[in-house]
């Protein structure tokens, strides 16, 4: 019964994010604690941390805070242009901007 259903529906069995849309295995996601049927895809996760960091600082000040804001609006200027495509430096700035704030 359980084979002819995935084989209907080939997403029976996962989950989906529910910021992205993402479709993968429900262990791939992150669980929210009160509402454990709210699931988040890894990617989400990260850029939430990342934005729930941005909501912090806005209530602090202060040279790290500054420093942070300098590497957000730079990553905003290179995402606006593409430079995150880029064949040389898309890699690395990448990298980058999964380690920075
Ligand atoms: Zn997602």
Do not use: Y
Request: proline share 6%; with cysteine.
């Amino acid at each position: 019964m359980t084979a002819q259903t995935e084989l209907q529906d080939p997403s029976a069995g996962r989950s989906e994010c529910w910021c992205c849309g993402v479709v993968e295995d429900p262990d791939r996601f992150v669980h929210l604690g009160n509402h454990p049927e709210v699931t988040v895809c890894t990617r989400c996760a990260h850029s939430l941390h990342t934005w729930a960091w941005e909501l912090e600082d806005q209530a602090k000040t202060g040279p790290a805070v500054r420093a942070r804001d300098a590497f957000r609006r730079l990553r905003a200027h290179g995402m606006e242009h593409g430079w995150h495509h880029n064949r040389v430096i898309g890699k690395p700035l990448r990298w980058l901007g999964k380690h920075l704030p």
